[in-house]
């Protein structure tokens, strides 16, 4: 048991590990797309703009979350989805470097993003349960 725990821990960080490598090709090619939108207020740059900015990434996280949920050897493999999904929220909360003093609006874009990632992984890996097994 404690191996096929540590085969699927191995499992879902690589798979989180190679997302980044799929995503941040795929960001470039959508900032190119989005580099004219201007965002104005507080809501919009706050919650609607890390929205915005984190499509790709999120669409690669549904995909992680799928890919975890369809290697890992588990009755429950949506459960090892979730644990990907922990990945993104930590580098988006706690992996994250600021120039200067963030201010709260800031923070507050920050975990929009990092939770816009975790529960797009998670539905991904539901996803996968529900309509490829």
Excluded at 7 to 24: D, E, K, T
Excluded at 47 to 52: A, G, K, N, R, T
Aim: hydrophobic letters at 55%; charged letters at 10%.
């Amino acid at each position: 048991m404690l191996k096929s725990v540590l085969r699927n821990l191995v499992v879902a960080y690589g798979v989180y590990q190679v997302s980044w490598w799929v995503a941040n090709p795929l960001a470039f090619a959508y900032a190119k797309l989005t580099q004219r939108i201007i965002y104005t207020g507080d809501f919009a740059g706050a919650v609607l703009m890390p929205l915005v900015l984190t499509v790709p990434y999120a669409l690669v996280a549904v995909g992680a979350g799928a890919c975890v949920a369809w290697l890992v050897e588990s009755e429950r493999p949506f459960r090892w989805s979730t644990f990907a999904a922990a990945l993104y929220a930590y580098s988006g909360f706690f992996l994250y470097s600021w120039e200067h003093q963030p201010t709260a609006l800031d923070r507050a874009a920050q975990i929009v993003d990092a939770t816009f990632l975790g529960i797009a992984c998670v539905i991904g890996g539901m996803l996968f349960v529900r309509l490829g097994r």
